[in-house]
T-cell receptor, first 112, second 112 residues
């Protein structure tokens, strides 16, 4: 079974803190994705990566950065957390050329 | 830019009823259409994926259809059960790195 894990289920941070969200997949997938999910807005793509050290901006990259140093791990970084980044963050992965994405359980981040 | 819409946002039915969830998209040049299920506070689970060359896909009590010309997909759930209660999301797959565009979902409640 494909397994995508995220470092935390719940996280509370203060405004201005640097926040790291980690995602690990065990299926040797080339593609990895970070989404945020907000009520009424659905899932929106923040960043994705199609290979180690490669990254592409999604629809809402402002305020975020990413790192992919190893194939199985994709990190989302909030350089200076703000209250409008309070959200559910979902990581996903897929094989190159395959649209079927496998999702992690999500991290609910609250910024106070 | 692709936009995906799901109506209604919420649906409540008694157990045993057959039901249809709707998904519409603005750009018919899609590679595929996927349906996902999301339980409260959890990640997404892929249910069905219909390639652009297909008209429908079936899995157990679920049947998804795709009509590219009209920009619509439906998810049919037969003999609904309380365990089907969840949010159902559709997503269109377009060009470039297998990115998905998600609808905002339909929250389904099946009452015993």
């Amino acid at each position: 079974d494909v397994k995508v894990t995220q470092s935390s289920r719940y996280l509370v941070k203060r405004t201005g803190e640097k926040v790291f969200l980690e995602c690990v997949q065990d299926m040797d997938h080339e593609n990895m994705f970070w989404y945020r999910q907000d009520p009424g807005l659905g899932l929106r793509l923040i960043y994705f990566s199609y290979d180690v050290k490669m990254k592409e901006k999604g629809d809402i990259p402002e305020g975020y950065s990413v790192s992919r140093e190893k194939k199985e791990r994709f990190s989302l970084i909030l350089e200076s957390a703000s209250t409008n980044q309070t959200s559910m963050y979902l990581c996903a992965s897929s094989f190159r050329g395959d649209y079927e994405q496998y999702f992690g359980p999500g991290t609910r981040l609250t910024v106070t | 830019k692709q936009e995906v819409t799901q109506i209604p946002a919420a649906l409540s039915v008694p157990e045993g009823e057959n039901l249809v969830l709707n998904c519409s998209f603005t750009d018919s040049a899609i590679y595929n259409l996927q349906w996902f299920r999301q339980d409260p506070g959890k990640g997404l689970t892929s249910l069905l994926l219909i390639q652009s060359s297909q008209r429908e896909q079936t899995s157990g009590r679920l049947n998804a259809s795709l009509d590219k010309s009209s920009g619509r997909s439906t998810l049919y759930i037969a003999a609904s059960q309380p365990g089907d209660s969840a949010t159902y999301l559709c997503a269109s797959g377009g060009t470039g790195f297998q990115k998905l565009v998600f609808g905002t979902g339909t929250r389904l409640l099946v009452s015993p």
